[in-house]
Structures are given as C-alpha cells and as structure tokens.
C-alpha cells in the first residue's frame, strides 16, 4: 500500500512539473500575444538564463534578425540603446524599392564599359523579390504604389520606357507588380493636375512598395515576442563579458533606471546600423572602421502638394540626386537629400536642407510651394559599409555586409535597407547558427512565408466593421484596420471612452497612448509620438499642441515624478525641434 501511495504521488509530480514545463513553454508565446510587448516582463526573463543570440539594435536589421531567430527555435534576446526604430529605420523614405537608381548605374556601366555587374544585378532582383515578400507578409502596412517619372525632353521618353520595362522584367514572375506604361502629356495634365505641364513630353509609370516604416518595426517586435524573444528597449550595451577573448554576453544598462544587467549569450549579433562601428571598437579597438554616414531629409506638406494614389519620381536634380514626392498617411512626403555627415544620435534638420528640397521639387509642380507649406520633417542617418574583408576597402558596399570578428567570435550586420530587412535576418541569423555548430541548411529560416502578427485575417474592407461597431469616422477606421490589424478591436474595446481624435484632421486617437504604453513598451513621449502614433512625423503643430497631454497621461500610466515628467517634454521638444 505504501509503494502503492508513493508511486502514485511520484507519478502525479511529474505530471504536475510537465504540465509546468508545457504552460510555461507554450504560455509564455500566447500570453505574449495578449498582453503584446510588456517592456518589464522581458526584464524577468534575464535571471538566470543562457540565450542563444543576442542582438544589439532595434531598428529593421535587429528586429528582422530577432524573427529569424526565434522563429527557428534559438533563445533570442534583443537590446535597443533607445527604442526599436527610434534612429535610420523610422526616418526612411517609406519605399520598397530594387532601386531604380542601381538599375541606372547597371545599364551605363554595360554601355559605356561592356561589363556585366552580376553583384549589382542580384542587388536589384533580390530587393525586387522582397519587395513583393513584405507586401505579402504585413498587408496592413506595406502596399503596391504606382509612380510617375515626368519626362520634358524627347530623348528621355525611350530611355525611361526601356529602363522601367527591364525594372519589371527583373522582378520575375515572385517580385512581379503591375507593369510599367508610358503616359502622354495630355493624359497627365487630365490625371495630375499637380504637376508643371510646361515642356512636358509624357511620363512613365511604374510600380514600387510603399509602407508604414515605424509601426512595421512595431509589428515585427510583437512576432518575435510573439514567438518567445525576449526584446528590451532603453537598454545599452555598456560592456562585453569574454572568456579567453571569446564574447560571452553583455552587460546592459537600463536607461529607465539605471540598473545593470549581465545578459549570457552564445552568439552576439551587433545590429545597429550607423552605431556599429561603435560596438564593433568597444569589443575590439584594434579593427578598422567599416562604416560612414549619409544623412537624408524628408519633409511632410499638406496632401494637395501629391499626386492622387500616385508617387513621382524626379529622376535628376539640379545636382544630380532622386528625389520622390509621395502621398503617405494623408500627407505629402518629399525626400531625400543625400549628404555625407558625422554619424550622430538624433541629427537635426537644417534649413538648407529643407530650402534645396522645396527648391528643387517646386519646378515640377503646378502650384507654389513655401517654408510656411511644411508641416513636418526629419532626418535620419543611412550607414554607407565598406567590407573590412574586401581587396578594396574604398568601395562602399551596394548591399549588407556580414562581418565576423575572428578574435571575439563578434558577429556585424550593416548596410541593406528596409526592403531587404527580412533576408538580411536570414542571412546574419545563418551565420550565427553555423557559429553554434548547428547547421543553417538544415534548420532553416522560416520568415519568407511568415505573415505578421494579426495580419492572417486582415482584408482593407474591414475597417467597415469598425465604423459600423464602434460609431467611428471614416479615415479613422481605416487607419486603425491599417495599423493594428486584428488587434484594432482589442485596442478600442479596452479604451471605450477614448475614441476622440487627438489632433483635428489627423486620424489619431487618445487610446492609441494608452495603449502604446501598456501594449507596445513605450516609455518616453518621443515613442509615443514619433514611432507609435505618428503625430510628430505628420504634423509639428499638432504635436506641440498634446504634448502636454500625453506627458500627463503616461505620467500617470508609468508613475513619473514631476521632474521625470518634464524633463521627457524637454527631450521631446529637442528631438521634435518644437519650438516652445
């Protein structure tokens, strides 16, 4: 009887510690999904654990990175001096593109040299496969989006007809968009009224991606949670921990509270664009720099200054650059210039850049355009790699580099863009498999077919079903099906009585700070507004005007002193370049 008894009790114990086991394996992925990314209970996860990789950076290299990663079953953490996209991956020129600037240099070097650029060839098929891989991956956020490139010389018509229709043919039949066409002058005085018709001869007409940089960032945060890595914003690397020279970990700072952590880690990923030659010197001082900087401006006018569902393309300024004039988020966008500069944190806008980008668009457009006209801007800060690896390091990389540090076992990605973040993931997460003796052909990404958190379901018609349920304008139910998905209903059903518009004809609403906070690790004014609900990317005015009140509400929310308080409205007003 009493083997009996404890035999039954021994059984019943491990019954009980594997449904543990289960409950906290397979919970801790669905209660990622319900409560979203809770900043604090990420924290938890680093007592006494062992992580796989690492990854420093929480722009769109880090975070594409954390989804290939976790996706494949390693123990991922990632850690983001400021907040994920809060540099170069939230201040991009809202494209997905194989860049027709690439396609240029590609066709004049085969004209002019009779050479074959195979690099600069892959470089454009695979940004162009890509392309279509994010539209299909996070539909919400990332659409096909035509663009007109109005041609005023008659030598140009063939040139840019022929040179789009090859745009298509290189996206072959997985990167494949609607095809280019040629517009007469005639049709586009009918269809863009916008645009200066003087000397003009026709246009073509092409198509790109065109999508919402910082929420994707967002939404490429809630999978990776979502599928078990820890993520950790506000949290500097301040150090390394090495054995026999070999990285073993980090130590991070908590930028909130001024705690220290040691985080254990097989493999790290340094992922942090422009700042990598940072890390890369604080690991090992001796190697050699392998990035400089190229600073990009954008402005944001109201959007009669855009075409109706159309981008242009202005192939050739005054000085030879691309611009763009894109519709985005109701707002005309314009951008970019292109700069060389110091790598810095938070770079600000000059005047001179905001007067040549005025200047030099206002020649293609019908109406006049003034500093008064500019309702926003930004510049964010493009990394331009050189492989330390190369025969000749002069020559900037066209594409990411992946760079390993023999010595410390430090793995580097730069370099790529928005449009490649994905297999960029896939190809440093490769690297870092092969230095875990594990085998990347073997275990394989699983990203390319990977929907986005809440986006399974997700068709443009239901914002209807908001309107109808929860009684809301139009443009404000489109915008929050846009943005959140399939958690829409799950943001308006917790803030019943906060469905009021933030700012007068901008689609934001109060809620959407609530839930920021809460859902989205939010912790700073400047990642409520600039990242998460996009009032200062649109709209300075409006911004200033609720400044006040979302310092108040997350204050409250998070337990902010009054110097804490304003000292976050100081830092906001810097950043935003508000004046008081």
């Given at each position: 009887?009493?083997?009996?008894?404890?035999?039954?009790?021994?059984?019943?114990?491990?019954?009980?510690?594997?449904?543990?086991?289960?409950?906290?394996?397979?919970?801790?992925?669905?209660?990622?999904?319900?409560?979203?990314?809770?900043?604090?209970?990420?924290?938890?996860?680093?007592?006494?654990?062992?992580?796989?990789?690492?990854?420093?950076?929480?722009?769109?290299?880090?975070?594409?990175?954390?989804?290939?990663?976790?996706?494949?079953?390693?123990?991922?953490?990632?850690?983001?001096?400021?907040?994920?996209?809060?540099?170069?991956?939230?201040?991009?020129?809202?494209?997905?593109?194989?860049?027709?600037?690439?396609?240029?240099?590609?066709?004049?070097?085969?004209?002019?040299?009779?050479?074959?650029?195979?690099t600069?060839?892959?470089l454009?098929?695979?940004?162009?496969?890509?392309?279509?891989?994010?539209?299909?991956?996070?539909?919400?956020?990332?659409?096909?989006?035509?663009?007109?490139?109005?041609?005023?010389?008659?030598?140009?018509?063939?040139?840019?007809?022929?040179?789009?229709?090859?745009?298509?043919?290189?996206?072959?039949?997985?990167?494949?968009?609607?095809?280019?066409?040629?517009?007469?002058?005639?049709?586009?005085?009918?269809?863009?009224?916008?645009?200066?018709?003087?000397?003009?001869?026709?246009?073509?007409?092409?198509?790109?991606?065109?999508?919402?940089?910082?929420?994707?960032?967002?939404?490429?945060?809630?999978?990776?949670?979502?599928?078990?890595?820890?993520?950790?914003?506000?949290?500097?690397?301040?150090?390394?921990?090495?054995?026999?020279?070999?990285?073993?970990?980090?130590?991070?700072?908590?930028?909130?509270?001024?705690?220290?952590?040691?985080?254990?880690?097989k493999?790290?990923?340094?992922?942090?664009?422009?700042?990598?030659?940072?890390?890369?010197?604080?690991?090992?001082?001796?190697?050699?720099?392998?990035?400089?900087?190229?600073?990009?401006?954008h402005l944001?006018?109201?959007?009669?200054?855009?075409?109706?569902?159309?981008?242009?393309?202005?192939?050739?300024?005054?000085?030879?650059?691309?611009?763009?004039?894109?519709?985005?988020?109701?707002?005309?966008?314009?951008?970019?210039?292109?700069?060389?500069?110091?790598?810095?944190?938070?770079?600000?806008?000059?005047?001179?850049?905001?007067?040549?980008?005025?200047k030099?668009?206002?020649?293609?457009?019908?109406?006049?355009?003034?500093?008064?006209?500019?309702?926003?801007?930004?510049t964010?800060?493009?990394?331009?790699?050189?492989?330390?690896?190369?025969?000749?390091?002069?020559?900037l990389?066209?594409?990411?580099?992946?760079?390993?540090?023999?010595?410390?076992?430090?793995?580097?990605?730069?370099?790529?863009?928005?449009?490649?973040?994905?297999?960029?993931?896939?190809?440093?997460?490769?690297?870092?498999?092969?230095?875990?003796?594990?085998?990347p052909?073997?275990?394989?990404?699983?990203?390319?077919?990977?929907?986005?958190?809440?986006?399974?379901?997700?068709?443009?018609?239901?914002?209807?079903?908001?309107?109808?349920?929860?009684?809301?304008?139009?443009?404000?139910?489109?915008?929050?099906?846009?943005?959140?998905?399939g958690?829409?209903?799950?943001?308006?059903?917790?803030y019943?009585?906060l469905?009021?518009?933030?700012?007068?004809?901008?689609?934001?609403?109060?809620?959407?700070?609530?839930?920021?906070?809460?859902?989205?690790?939010?912790?700073?004014?400047?990642?409520?507004?600039?990242?998460?609900?996009?009032?200062?990317?649109?709209?300075?005015?409006a911004?200033?005007?609720?400044?006040?009140?979302?310092?108040?509400?997350?204050?409250?929310e998070?337990?902010?002193?009054?110097?804490?308080?304003?000292?976050?409205?100081?830092r906001?007003?810097?950043?935003?370049?508000?004046?008081?």
């Amino acid at each position: 009887m009493t083997l009996k008894l404890v035999f039954a009790v021994a059984v019943f114990s491990l019954f009980s510690e594997a449904q543990s086991i289960c409950r906290d394996f397979y919970g801790a992925k669905r209660s990622s999904i319900e409560q979203g990314i809770v900043r604090e209970s990420h924290f938890k996860n680093l007592k006494n654990s062992e992580y796989d990789v690492l990854i420093i950076g929480g722009g769109s290299a880090g975070l594409g990175s954390a989804l290939d990663a976790s996706t494949r079953g390693l123990k991922t953490i990632l850690v983001e001096a400021d907040d994920f996209a809060s540099e170069t991956s939230s201040k991009s020129t809202k494209l997905l593109h194989g860049g027709v600037r690439y396609l240029e240099q590609l066709w004049n070097k085969l004209l002019t040299q009779r050479e074959w650029d195979q690099t600069l060839y892959n470089l454009i098929t695979d940004a162009l496969k890509e392309r279509k891989t994010v539209i299909k991956n996070s539909p919400n956020l990332a659409q096909p989006l035509a663009l007109l490139t109005p041609i005023y010389s008659w030598p140009e018509v063939p040139y840019y007809w022929a040179g789009l229709k090859i745009y298509d043919l290189f996206a072959g039949k997985k990167g494949k968009l609607p095809g280019s066409h040629f517009l007469s002058a005639q049709k586009i005085k009918q269809m863009y009224p916008q645009i200066n018709t003087t000397g003009l001869k026709g246009g073509v007409v092409y198509y790109d991606g065109q999508f919402n940089d910082a929420r994707l960032a967002i939404s490429l945060a809630h999978t990776a949670s979502s599928q078990g890595a820890t993520l950790l914003n506000h949290t500097r690397v301040v150090g390394f921990e090495k054995e026999n020279d070999k990285i073993v970990g980090a130590i991070v700072k908590d930028m909130l509270t001024g705690l220290t952590h040691t985080v254990r880690a097989k493999v790290v990923l340094n992922a942090t664009g422009p700042f990598a030659d940072k890390l890369r010197q604080l690991d090992d001082p001796s190697v050699p720099a392998m990035i400089s900087g190229a600073s990009g401006t954008h402005l944001v006018l109201d959007k009669q200054f855009s075409l109706p569902e159309a981008g242009m393309l202005i192939p050739k300024t005054s000085d030879g650059r691309v611009l763009f004039v894109l519709p985005w988020e109701g707002k005309t966008l314009i951008g970019t210039t292109d700069s060389k500069t110091d790598v810095v944190e938070k770079p600000k806008t000059t005047e001179d850049d905001i007067n040549y980008l005025i200047k030099e668009v206002a020649q293609y457009l019908s109406q006049p355009i003034s500093r008064a006209d500019v309702k926003s801007y930004w510049t964010g800060i493009r990394p331009l790699v050189s492989d330390p690896n190369a025969a000749d390091t002069a020559q900037l990389a066209r594409d990411h580099v992946i760079n390993r540090n023999e010595k410390t076992g430090l793995i580097t990605l730069s370099g790529g863009k928005w449009t490649t973040y994905r297999v960029m993931g896939e190809h440093a997460i490769d690297q870092v498999m092969v230095q875990l003796g594990r085998d990347p052909k073997k275990e394989t990404s699983k990203t390319e077919n990977l929907k986005l958190q809440g986006t399974k379901e997700w068709q443009f018609e239901n914002y209807k079903t908001l309107m109808e349920k929860y009684k809301l304008p139009e443009d404000v139910a489109i915008y929050l099906n846009r943005i959140y998905a399939g958690h829409a209903t799950k943001l308006l059903d917790l803030y019943p009585n906060l469905h009021q518009r933030m700012a007068i004809d901008l689609p934001f609403i109060w809620a959407e700070v609530y839930y920021a906070v809460h859902f989205e690790a939010a912790r700073s004014i400047t990642d409520v507004l600039a990242r998460r609900v996009r009032v200062a990317t649109l709209d300075k005015m409006a911004t200033n005007a609720i400044l006040e009140r979302v310092s108040q509400i997350m204050a409250t929310e998070l337990s902010w002193s009054e110097q804490i308080r304003v000292s976050n409205l100081e830092r906001a007003r810097i950043e935003f370049q508000l004046e008081k």
